[in-house]
């Protein structure tokens, strides 16, 4: 099983790659979609969004992080992808299912799921434009309001050069509804396609890793959101952990929040650990409390006090086998 990290735009940025790689056995990560429009984008970009460029293409723990672009026209996304690859991107990945509205009024993203031919010519640019040895990758959803196109469109990519293509198993309207997931829904396209098929959605723990891999007839898996909610997920799917406690997911946001004030990203800070304790919340109930003090709070060095507080008393209940509530 391979076990790949979703490009989760404005979540996923370079520090939290590096955070969860640390911990974690991913075998590679996706960076958050670089913008292409009708022009060649400076170096400037992409290091940006992907400072791993600096670093061979991977994070400091050793996973390859591989650039992801999100664009409509052919040509322009083939000529930023030959500029992303010349950096030092270990491949190219094409984003063809953000489903965000901002996004989709500009014709990027889940918008192409309408137009498989569209999306079948900018995989073939870019396959064209990129050094045969580095993979040329795709993400898509089922389609855009109904699943009736999924196998044109995982046809389009393929054809056009993709050598592996992830599916998200919902379509854009679904949007990330829980109850909409079809993993069932990959299988008849993993099984048609040469190119490995890797699903996506709704991976929150083993059992979901394993249902997803026999309904979908799929080996690999990426997971996004859930990989927010439980810090370590990756080695909980593979089997080689158990969930983090709550104690520990406490002390990695602790030590997260020490890198963030320190980088020049920190005037975000507040906002950002919010939006990541609201997928924690999603699986570990116990932190209500710990948001509920947190969320009216906007000063940094409040936040952080507040962090190594609940670190140190969930970690003190845990030891004296008390809930930690």
Same mark, same amino acid.
């Given at each position: 099983?391979?076990?790949?990290?979703?490009?989760?735009?404005?979540?996923?940025?370079?520090?939290?790659?590096?955070? !969860?790689?640390?911990?974690?056995?991913?075998?590679?990560?996706?960076?958050?979609?670089?913008?292409?429009?009708?022009?060649?984008?400076?170096?400037?970009?992409?290091?940006? #969004?992907?400072?791993?460029?600096?670093?061979?293409?991977?994070?400091?723990?050793?996973?390859?992080?591989?650039?992801?672009?999100?664009?409509?026209?052919?040509?322009?996304?083939?000529?930023?992808?030959?500029?992303?690859?010349?950096?030092?991107?270990?491949?190219?990945?094409?984003?063809?299912?953000?489903?965000?509205?901002?996004?989709?009024?500009?014709?990027?993203?889940?918008?192409?799921?309408?137009?498989?031919?569209?999306?079948?010519?900018?995989?073939?640019?870019?396959?064209?434009?990129?050094?045969?040895? #580095?993979?040329?990758?795709?993400?898509?959803?089922?389609?855009?309001?109904? +699943?009736?196109?999924?196998?044109?469109?995982?046809?389009?990519?393929?054809?056009?050069?993709?050598?592996?293509?992830?599916?998200?198993?919902?379509?854009?309207?679904?949007?990330?509804?829980?109850?909409?997931?079809?993993?069932?829904?990959?299988?008849?396209?993993?099984?048609?396609?040469?190119?490995?098929?890797?699903?996506?959605?709704?991976?929150?723990?083993?059992?979901?890793?394993?249902?997803?891999?026999?309904?979908?007839?799929?080996?690999?898996?990426?997971? +996004?959101?859930?990989?927010?909610?439980?810090?370590?997920?990756?080695?909980?799917?593979?089997?080689?952990?158990?969930?983090?406690?709550?104690?520990?997911?406490?002390?990695?946001?602790?030590?997260?929040?020490?890198?963030?004030?320190?980088?020049?990203?920190?005037?975000?800070?507040?906002?950002?650990?919010?939006?990541?304790?609201?997928?924690?919340?999603?699986?570990?109930?116990?932190?209500?409390?710990?948001?509920?003090?947190?969320?009216?709070?906007?000063?940094?060095?409040?936040?952080?006090?507040?962090?190594?507080?609940?670190?140190?008393?969930?970690?003190?209940?845990?030891?004296? +086998?008390?809930?930690? !509530?």
């Amino acid at each position: 099983m391979r076990v790949i990290l979703a490009p989760m735009e404005g979540v996923m940025d370079p520090l939290m790659r590096q955070v !969860f790689t640390e911990i974690n056995n991913y075998d590679l990560c996706v960076t958050e979609f670089v913008r292409v429009v009708e022009q060649r984008l400076p170096e400037k970009v992409f290091r940006r #969004l992907c400072p791993e460029l600096d670093q061979g293409g991977k994070t400091l723990a050793g996973t390859p992080v591989r650039v992801q672009l999100l664009g409509q026209h052919p040509q322009w996304m083939a000529e930023n992808a030959a500029i992303a690859a010349e950096l030092g991107s270990p491949g190219i990945d094409l984003n063809f299912g953000c489903p965000a509205k901002s996004v989709n009024r500009s014709n990027g993203g889940a918008v192409m799921l309408k137009t498989p031919e569209q999306i079948h010519q900018v995989v073939s640019q870019v396959r064209a434009a990129v050094p045969a040895h #580095l993979p040329v990758t795709a993400k898509v959803r089922l389609g855009w309001d109904s +699943g009736d196109r999924a196998m044109e469109i995982a046809d389009a990519a393929a054809s056009g050069g993709a050598a592996e293509l992830v599916i998200h198993a919902r379509t854009k309207e679904d949007g990330y509804r829980a109850e909409r997931i079809d993993w069932p829904a990959i299988a008849p396209i993993a099984k048609a396609l040469t190119i490995p098929v890797i699903a996506n959605g709704e991976i929150w723990n083993r059992a979901d890793a394993l249902a997803c891999q026999q309904q979908s007839g799929c080996e690999d898996i990426m997971l +996004g959101r859930g990989a927010l909610a439980v810090p370590n997920l990756a080695n909980v799917v593979r089997g080689t952990e158990s969930a983090y406690s709550w104690s520990q997911v406490a002390a990695l946001m602790a030590d997260y929040a020490e890198r963030e004030i320190g980088g020049e990203k920190s005037i975000y800070f507040p906002n950002r650990v919010k939006q990541w304790l609201r997928y924690i919340l999603m699986q570990y109930p116990q932190a209500e409390p710990f948001f509920v003090e947190l969320r009216v709070l906007r000063c940094v060095d409040a936040i952080v006090e507040l962090l190594k507080r609940e670190q140190e008393r969930a970690f003190e209940l845990e030891q004296r +086998g008390e809930p930690v !509530f």
